[in-house]
């Protein structure tokens, strides 16, 4: 095909297949995640620059990953603000190759520089005498250097043979921005040398980069193994574990997406986009946040950019007997310290599931009319509480578990405590009104469109905001009245009612019966009217003539009875555990304390889409809308 008649020829882009409508509101966290990526790795290169005594080797590497990521950010997400903001799919073919260009390169650098990173460790670990002499600034800049060679020599010829490809199907790509084997896919001559390229550069760079990081490991896990001293073995593993994390979060996706991209034909194209956007878009905005908190200069130097006034925060246990109380130290799970980072990683997951999950059971009720309907209206309110009540603990707890014991002031741990009550509570309330929806859905089935009306759905939401404030405002107030003269420091991952309490001096006898009276009249009453409600809903199944009827009554209560049993199971345990199990250990009551807030949330749209046709669905209508 002559240059003439490729000229005019122009490729359109796509956001996420069937969120169309909502795109200028999906452009909101898009541009959080430039704005993060941007700041946070340009933040590295000037401390790195800075500091004098990160002029080390694993800071060198660390500042060429945060060139990379910038690189990275700028290829991709200027078109996907383009096409969620303005709407504008259409992209010019040379700018398309010089974009996949670009995607691809830095892609391939990324990927090099956490092969160098993994070496590093490698040296300091097995080899630390001559780790200086190893890793000269001569050699980390030859190193740079071939990582650029190599990455950019790899991937001239493949916009090159794009080029001469001739594109007679559909211009259509299934991204938001120009990959190379998707625009490969939409050529109607002979693809089969592209094709062997492509797969040819993907294993000799990034195939060979995870073998040499996995021996690389392999060589540092034989080493630490072999050190006599158990906390010398976790300093060294400790000292890997950003770089760890950072390899996951790069190959993860990107493998997922590559083998999906080539052999899964079978795969819905909004499965594609999501890796695609996780392969490309959360390692520039994390590596930053992980290399900061897990890396103590890196940290130190960014806190000295605070004012002076956050000075007050690093007041001691020692100084709390003739000063009055100014913070709270919490410091994660009592006896397992060395294990908090490795805890961390399935806590992550769980928060991002969690997020993700309840985010889009939210959106799938809000944009499909044909879901609103009173049942998944309260599912719509679960999902928020779930969202709201992970949040409010999370964060706080992971930022324990890689940096250490954290200060909260005792305003915003008092602020923390109210809304991890009042969240719980009326997490407890939801599914106490979606038991009524199922007793009314299913004993009195011709009453139900009229009782549950839109004006009463929003009475019982207001009702549940005001009965958890209401029972949660006085705790916080008997709080107030406590004098702190002692120790300030709280064995926990956030702040709860009596953990708070128990630093008191003086007497906490009414705030513990206060705190058990609110929770048997709300939790606990919660608990026996579900009961009996579904006490009433079997009573009326069993009086059904058909077995078919029965088992599609029960049917439609499988995923609330799921739900039930995992928040309260969970919240009984670690009720009873912590007012009664005096002899259990208090690492397992932090763990429980932690779980039965974080469980729920990142099961309950599990259930919810595996058991709801509806939700499922629509779920896998949206996954398979372009198809």
Not at 118 to 144: E, K, M, Q
Not at 403 to 415: D, I, K, M, N, R
Not at 555 to 577: D, E, K, Q
């Given at each position: 095909m002559s240059d003439s008649n490729y000229t005019g020829t122009s490729f359109f882009l796509t956001g996420l297949p069937g969120l169309e409508a909502v795109h200028i509101w999906l452009s909101i966290p898009l541009c959080a995640m430039y704005v993060a990526s941007l700041a946070g790795n340009s933040l590295i290169l000037w401390v790195v620059r800075s500091e004098p005594s990160l002029h080390q080797p694993m800071y060198y590497f660390l500042s060429m990953l945060a060139v990379t990521d910038l690189g990275l950010s700028a290829s991709t997400l200027p078109t996907m603000l383009t096409i969620y903001m303005?709407?504008?799919?259409?992209?010019?073919?040379?700018?398309?190759?010089?974009?996949?260009?670009?995607?691809?390169?830095?892609?391939?650098?990324?990927?090099?520089?956490?092969?160098?990173?993994?070496?590093?460790?490698?040296?300091?670990?097995?080899?630390?005498?001559?780790?200086?002499?190893?890793?000269?600034?001569?050699?980390?800049?030859?190193?740079?250097?071939?990582?650029?060679?190599?990455?950019?020599?790899?991937?001239?010829?493949a916009p090159i043979m794009l080029k001469k490809l001739s594109y007679c199907r559909s211009r259509l790509l299934s991204h938001s921005y120009?990959?190379?084997?998707?625009?490969?896919?939409?050529?109607?001559?002979?693809?089969?040398?592209?094709?062997?390229?492509?797969?040819?550069?993907?294993?000799?760079?990034?195939?060979?980069?995870?073998?040499?990081?996995?021996?690389?490991?392999?060589?540092?896990?034989?080493?630490?193994?072999?050190?006599?001293?158990?906390?010398?073995?976790?300093?060294a593993l400790n000292t890997c574990v950003s770089h760890i994390c950072a390899v996951l979060l790069f190959y993860t996706p990107m493998i997922g997406l590559s083998m999906i991209h080539r052999f899964g034909r079978w795969a819905s194209p909004c499965s594609r986009v999501l890796l695609s956007y996780l392969h490309f878009l959360v390692p520039p905005v994390l590596n930053p946040v992980v290399y900061t908190i897990k890396t103590k200069q890196i940290r130190l130097r960014m806190l000295r950019l605070l004012p002076s006034d956050f000075g007050y925060l690093s007041v001691t246990a020692s100084n709390y007997t003739s000063t009055p109380l100014i913070a709270f130290m919490l410091t994660g799970v009592p006896g397992l310290e060395d294990l908090q980072i490795w805890i961390s990683i399935p806590f992550s997951f769980m928060y991002l599931l969690a997020v993700i999950g309840n985010g889009l059971v939210m959106a799938v009720v809000a944009w499909d009319r044909s879901l609103h309907e009173p049942m998944y209206f309260f599912l719509a309110m679960l999902a928020l509480n779930d969202v709201l009540l992970c949040t409010v603990t999370v964060p706080k707890m992971l930022l324990i578990f890689?940096?250490?014991?954290?200060?909260?002031?005792?305003?915003?741990?008092?602020?923390?405590?109210?809304?991890?009550?009042?969240?719980?509570?009326?997490?407890?309330?939801?599914?106490?009104?979606?038991?009524?929806?199922?007793?009314?859905?299913?004993?009195?089935?011709?009453?139900?469109?009229t009782l549950f009306t839109g004006s009463l759905i929003s009475k019982v939401a207001l009702a549940l905001m005001f009965r958890s404030v209401v029972v949660v405002t006085p705790g916080v107030l008997l709080i107030l009245r406590l004098h702190f003269?002692?120790?300030?420091?709280?064995?926990?991952?956030?702040?709860?009612?009596?953990?708070?309490?128990?630093?008191?001096?003086?007497?906490?006898?009414?705030?513990?019966?206060?705190?058990?009276?609110?929770?048997?009249?709300?939790?606990?009453?919660?608990?026996?009217?579900?009961?009996?409600?579904?006490?009433?809903?079997?009573?009326t199944v069993f009086r059904l003539p058909s077995r078919e009827a029965r088992t599609?009554?029960?049917?439609?209560?499988?995923?609330?009875?799921?739900?039930?049993?995992?928040?309260?199971?969970?919240?009984?345990?670690?009720?009873?555990?912590h007012r009664f199990g005096n002899h259990v250990p208090r690492h397992t009551l932090i763990l429980l304390a932690n779980l039965y807030l974080l469980v729920p949330p990142t099961m309950n749209p599990i259930v919810y889409g595996v058991k709801t046709k509806q939700i499922r669905m629509r779920l896998l209508g949206l996954c398979n809308h372009s198809k």
């Open positions: 303005l709407s504008l799919t259409e992209v010019a073919v040379d700018v398309c190759l010089a974009q996949l260009f670009f995607i691809h390169t830095f892609s391939i650098m990324e990927s090099s520089v956490l092969l160098t990173m993994a070496f590093d460790r490698v040296v300091a670990i097995s080899n630390p005498l001559r780790y200086g002499t190893i890793l000269t600034s001569p050699r980390i800049a030859s190193l740079g250097l071939a990582i650029m060679v190599r990455s950019i020599g790899l991937h001239i010829p120009c990959l190379h084997p998707d625009v490969m896919k939409l050529a109607c001559a002979d693809t089969h040398i592209n094709s062997a390229y492509g797969l040819f550069v993907v294993l000799s760079t990034l195939g060979v980069d995870a073998v040499l990081i996995v021996l690389s490991y392999a060589l540092i896990l034989h080493t630490v193994l072999s050190i006599a001293s158990k906390a010398e073995r976790l300093k890689w940096q250490g014991p954290s200060p909260s002031t005792f305003p915003a741990c008092l602020t923390q405590m109210f809304f991890v009550h009042a969240l719980f509570l009326s997490e407890s309330a939801v599914l106490l009104a979606m038991a009524f929806d199922r007793y009314v859905a299913i004993c009195a089935p011709l009453h139900y469109a003269c002692g120790s300030n420091i709280i064995h926990h991952t956030y702040c709860e009612n009596m953990g708070i309490a128990k630093l008191a001096c003086n007497s906490i006898a009414l705030n513990s019966i206060y705190g058990l009276t609110a929770a048997l009249l709300t939790t606990g009453l919660d608990f026996v009217l579900i009961s009996l409600s579904y006490w009433v809903i079997l009573k599609k009554a029960f049917g439609t209560c499988g995923a609330h009875i799921c739900v039930i049993l995992i928040f309260y199971t969970l919240a009984f345990f670690s009720f009873f555990t």
